[in-house]
């Protein structure tokens, strides 16, 4: 595969192939984002990725079955390199400490990525069943646009700070020890 994708060349194998990927890094993406933003509850921002990662799991799994009945174990031609063009984030568009907002920013930009992968490959996949399962992705992946753009259309002003590293609390060092004792 090429820097930029050429669609018109993807073979089924490397449509289901690429798909796969997408799935298993946003999977990958989202639980670290929801590891990185603190284990929550309800609708905070590490609910709402540990929920992303549940379903590009499952996303992923429909995606190995599909390919497995396929073709196998046939290897695949395309690299994990070649998901950049279709879905993954810029190299940098993330770090540790990156704020909540940034996060969703990430995670829009990526899902609209990963809607025009299955909106460009569905142009050239004519196998019902594949065809049939890309569309599903595509919507879902549509669903995942609106929802991130309604979430960050409602954040507060500090969902835009960046978090800060645990050894550099706002505490002093010898408070910052206090309140992690055990007694």
Do not use: C
């Not at 940098?92 to 990156?98: D, E, I």
């Not at 907002?101 to 460009?120: G, I, N």
């Amino acid at each position: 595969m090429s820097t930029k994708l050429d669609y018109s060349k993807l073979t089924l194998m490397d449509a289901l192939d690429l798909a796969a990927l997408i799935e298993i890094e946003a999977f990958k993406r989202y639980t670290q984002f929801a590891e990185r933003l603190g284990s929550g509850l309800g609708d905070d921002a590490a609910s709402v990725f540990h929920s992303m990662a549940v379903n590009e799991s499952k996303h992923g799994e429909q995606l190995a079955e599909r390919r497995l009945a396929m073709f196998g174990e046939e290897r695949p031609n395309v690299k994990l390199d070649d998901i950049f063009d279709v879905e993954a984030p810029e190299v940098g568009a993330s770090s540790w400490n990156m704020s909540p907002l940034k996060a969703y920013q990430v995670a829009l930009s990526s899902e609209r990525k990963a809607f025009a992968f299955y909106d460009q490959a569905l142009r050239y996949v004519d196998q019902p069943d594949v065809k049939a399962l890309f569309e599903e992705l595509r919507a879902e992946e549509a669903e995942h646009v609106q929802m991130i753009e309604a979430i960050i259309a409602k954040l507060p002003p500090s969902a835009s700070i960046e978090l800060e590293d645990e050894d550099e609390g706002a505490l002093p060092n010898s408070e910052y020890r206090k309140s992690r004792a055990p007694y």
